[in-house]
């Protein structure tokens, strides 16, 4: 209790100036550029930086001629330092909006195919019924998005975890798997034929994501997989109008679950090729900080997303405490 109370008093003594100070420094890897960032003189920085080594009784930056560098210990006060900021400016933003007679906010980070009916029909939900919370949603792979929610940017992800950095401060909620399939244009030459090989795809120009995602990799891995040279002829990006609108003009290829273009096969534009991929990703999910109380606006996204989740996929696995560990 004693150790408890302890290191609540040496936390407590950090004040925002430390923290910030400590971002900058870590961004700028200098005590003197780092002083300038922050409007003060460098031994003001210098100071600071010596009284939060002193209160935490570890070095946090290791410094060497051409600057300074984070030690382990300088690294996990940075990364709780960056959320801890971001959550006092959302705190303000939510206390602004209700003062202004809002009833709150909340931000979502979803991946490509949840983006396209989950989320939108979630979020539809919630403004029939509470139009005055502000929703934001960002679009983006899972790895970026996790990041953002753990640094406290976002307050709920739906997306996949990817590795074990952060996970144990995560929780994960599968939702349902996500086999992709070949899209194309209605009209595209491949699109006639009653069965393909992966062959026949290879001298079609291609729109892939970045190459840092998984899908990418997975799609690199089953050409060669087949015995084939990897899509020379590329397109690179992730975003949904982007691609879709490359498709219908040309005889483009991409990779995508055939959910997250359903409007334009329904309407005749694209049509998913008669091959078997061999592409599939795991599940995706909901995921939350474990540690984070979040809003009543975040909280009724996420009644919403679960609700329109039962709905939308017929068998929701079971909630999972431990994370799944890879995904986009």
């Known amino acids: 209790m004693v150790q408890a109370s302890t290191s609540w008093f040496n ?10 100070l400590l971002l900058h420094l870590y961004e700028q890897r200098s005590v003197l550029r780092a002083a300038e960032a922050a409007s ?69 980070g979803t991946v490509v195919n949840p983006g396209t ?17 502000m929703i934001r949603v960002e679009m983006d792979y899972s790895r970026p998005l996790v990041a953002k929610l753990l640094d406290g940017q976002l307050d709920i992800v ?43 795809l290879i001298d079609y120009g291609w729109i892939l994501p970045p190459t840092e995602s998984v899908l990418r990799a997975r799609l690199d ?51 998913a090729l008669p091959i078997e991929l061999g592409v599939r990703m795991e599940f995706f999910g909901i995921v939350r900080r474990r540690d984070q109380l979040l809003s009543p606006g975040a909280e009724r996204v996420l009644e919403a997303l679960r609700s329109t989740a039962r709905r939308l996929y017929a068998d929701v696995p079971p909630r999972l405490e431990a994370p799944l560990p890879s995904g986009r």
């Open 11 to 20: 936390a407590s003594r950090l004040k925002t100036r430390h923290l910030l």
């Open 40 to 108: 003060m003189t460098q031994p003001a920085a210098s100071k600071l930086l010596a009284e939060m080594e002193s209160v935490l009784g570890v070095k946090l930056f290791e410094r060497h001629a051409r600057g300074v560098e984070p030690t382990w210990y300088g690294q996990v006060l940075i990364r709780r330092a960056r959320s801890a900021l971001s959550e006092i400016g959302r705190a303000h933003d939510e206390i602004a909006a209700l003062r202004d007679g809002q009833m709150g906010q909340a931000a979502i």
């Open 117 to 133: 009916n989950l989320v939108p029909q979630a979020v539809a939900m919630v403004k029939r019924d509470f139009p005055d919370i």
């Open 158 to 200: 739906i997306g996949r975890i990817m590795g074990p950095e952060g996970a144990a401060e995560l929780d994960f909620e599968p939702l349902a798997d996500e086999p992709h399939s070949v899209i194309a244009r209605a009209g595209h030459p491949l699109a006639g034929r009653a069965r393909l090989q992966h062959a026949d």
């Open 221 to 271: 891995s089953v050409f060669l997989e087949h015995g084939l040279r990897r899509p020379h002829n590329i397109i690179e990006t992730s975003a949904l109008p982007v691609i879709t609108n490359l498709l219908r003009s040309g005889d483009l290829l991409t990779a995508l679950p055939i959910d997250s273009v359903a409007p334009y096969v329904q309407a005749g534009q694209l049509v």
